[in-house]
């Protein structure tokens, strides 16, 4: 069957084997971004025509070329037809307020426009946007809803690096799609058998004979690559999915899974007239990672795995065509870059632990191969939150998987540093700013970070696996962060304090207030603001309590309402 397969692929690559130059997507600068998203048309092979999507084009959007410390508004404007298409828009690896974060909560209906408006706080270094709709997001980012966004920054424009876009500083989106037979995108195969950067199909792109920048983003839905050059030559990583590094790192490979991203150097001056591949080397992909040779053992293996010539095999990703030097060219490659220091451990004030999982869901056997896969024994849910963290608080988060197959494990709101990998220091490229860890099977990785800026009580960020139909069947969790310290949320009611402990629950919400005017009435409503029921109100001399029974309850927010004779406090409870 792979024989039969891979002779599939030699056809096509007959077809397809005259280069095509990589598309360079159009950049946008300034404060206002109106990216509409809509329906296109690409011819990814001579004169057959594929539907896609695209943002102000048939396929991916522009690069959004924006300043630490500006301020942005984001007008998104659904524009898809066909039948429920509702979307989102996140900003991936970007430090935004959770309402502005473009999560499964903030859907852009048809017709309608989106616009979040927030700081970049970002350190320089290179992000991407991309849908995250409950169920959609390897629909929408395989028919094409993907672009780049870079950022750039004072300690950044202070060191000798390329910078000129589409001329010696290159976005470089790696990306694997399946086809069917009509030539229409097909998602959730193993058969993502078609490779393309910039959604370019066997491209060249034409570089100058000095050091560029490429700005390497795995924008796969599921597949991890294993990146180098043809002629075996050295790179420099500068900055990985976060920021820059504090010293360039020379690497042969660089293994990249889905969302991350890897800034390098490379040195053309010595191949001027000649060209040079970049390269995937699947052979050495470290086996359990989608794109290796084998993942899963004898007993569980993934259906089809076997049947797509990708996997554990080297392939040529794009040509560089080196031609003569730009005017200014930089030909150096600068040692040190720029210092970070990571939160030191003794500063964490909790962890948490995630279990990667595989859950049964209805009839489907979970596979610890194929999954579905959860985390900490649960599905994703819409209207249930996972975890509630405090702001400023630094937390460890340790990543355990159980499962046979690696997962690309991706935090919204924060950058995070690796800690350990079972308990054993991390290798270099991995050090800086992260927001992206590729886990292995039975793996047990450990990063740090803080909550810092954005608090909001009811709308929470997103942590999920970033194989796409991974994070669409459930493999993905939320958190709030909330704005009090401690385990309760406080809100005053005319001179009394309401604290609620513990919220979230999932047994009981004990509430407890200090009042010096008598409470008229305690109503708990659901989310919908129907009334779940009134509520019976010890009250003391000074003080009242009210206990909630919330086992009976579904999983969600609820918002308790107490009523004083002199005014009303709201405080919002998490059945989990
Ligand atoms: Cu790149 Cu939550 O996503
Ligand atoms: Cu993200
Ligand atoms: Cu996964």
Redesign the pocket.
């Known amino acids: 069957m792979r024989k039969y397969l891979i002779l599939i692929g030699l056809f096509f690559c007959v077809i397809i084997n005259a280069q095509n130059p990589l598309f360079i997507p159009p950049s946008l600068t300034g404060t206002t971004f109106n990216l509409n998203i809509q329906n296109g048309v690409t011819q990814f092979y001579p004169s057959i025509n594929t539907p896609t999507y695209g943002i102000n084009g048939p396929l991916l959007g522009p690069t959004l070329i924006v300043n630490k410390g500006d301020i942005v508004t984001m007008n998104v404007t659904n524009s898809l037809t066909g039948n429920g298409n509702a979307t989102t828009m ?4 970007m430090h935004v307020p959770a309402m502005d ?1 473009g999560g499964p909560h903030q859907l852009i209906l048809q017709n309608t426009t989106w616009s979040p408006s927030f700081e970049i706080k970002n350190d320089a270094a290179t992000f991407w946007y991309h849908p ?1 709709g409950a169920g959609k997001t390897d629909l929408h980012v395989s028919k094409g809803l993907a672009g780049m966004i870079i950022v750039k920054d004072a300690a950044e424009a202070a060191l000798t690096l390329p910078r000129t876009y589409g001329i010696d500083d290159f976005p470089i989106i790696v990306q694997t799609k399946s086809f069917d037979v009509l030539n229409q995108i097909a998602i959730s195969t193993q058969y993502d058998t078609v490779v393309m950067v910039n959604g370019t199909i066997a491209p060249f792109l034409n570089a100058p004979a000095q050091v560029v920048r490429l700005r390497l983003l795995n924008g796969s839905s599921g597949r991890t690559f294993m990146f180098g050059f043809s002629n075996n030559m050295n790179f420099q990583l500068i900055a990985n999915d976060g920021g820059l590094l504090d010293t360039a790192l020379t690497l042969n490979r660089i293994l990249l899974s889905n ?1 991350e991203r890897a800034e390098i150097l490379v040195d053309l001056s010595a191949l001027l007239n000649s060209s040079v591949l970049l390269m995937n080397y699947g052979t050495e992909i470290p086996l359990g990672i989608m794109g290796a040779d084998s993942v899963g053992n004898a007993t569980y293996q993934i259906l089809d795995y076997y049947n797509n010539p990708l996997n554990g095999s080297d392939y040529k990703v794009m040509n560089i065509v080196v031609g003569a030097q730009t005017s200014n060219p930089v030909t150096t490659i600068p040692t040190s870059l720029v210092p970070f220091t990571p939160w030191s451990l003794a500063s964490a004030t909790i962890n948490r632990n995630f279990v990667l999982d595989t859950l049964t869901e209805g009839f489907t056997m979970p596979q610890p191969a194929e999954g579905p896969f959860g985390i900490n024994r649960k599905f994703f849910a819409m209207d249930s939150i996972n975890e509630v963290v405090y702001l400023n608080d630094i937390e460890t988060w340790t990543i355990i998987n159980s499962t046979l197959v690696a997962h690309p494990f ?3 709101d924060v950058q995070f540093y690796l800690v350990d990998i079972n308990g054993a220091p991390v290798p270099n490229y991995e050090h800086g700013k992260k ?1 992206v860890v590729l886990v292995m099977p039975g793996d047990t990785v450990r990063f740090i970070t803080k909550f810092e800026d954005f608090a909001d009580d009811s709308v929470p960020y ?1 942590y999920h696996c970033h194989i796409l139909h991974h994070e669409d069947d459930g493999m993905m969790g939320s958190f709030l962060v909330l704005d009090t310290n401690g385990t309760s949320v406080r809100e005053y009611i005319s001179n009394a304090l309401v604290s609620v402990y513990p919220n979230p629950s999932d047994d009981i919400w004990n509430v407890n207030g200090k009042s010096d005017t008598k409470i008229v009435n305690a109503v708990l409503y659901n989310a919908f603001g129907e009334v779940v029921v009134e509520l019976p109100i010890e009250q003391h001399l000074n003080s009242f309590s009210i206990k909630i029974n919330n086992q009976n309850l579904s999983k969600g927010f609820y918002i308790l309402k107490i009523d004083g004779t002199e005014n009303i406090v709201t405080v919002k409870l998490i059945k989990n």
């Open positions: 996140h900003w991936h690896g974060d995250h969302g991706h935090v919204h927001d997103m």
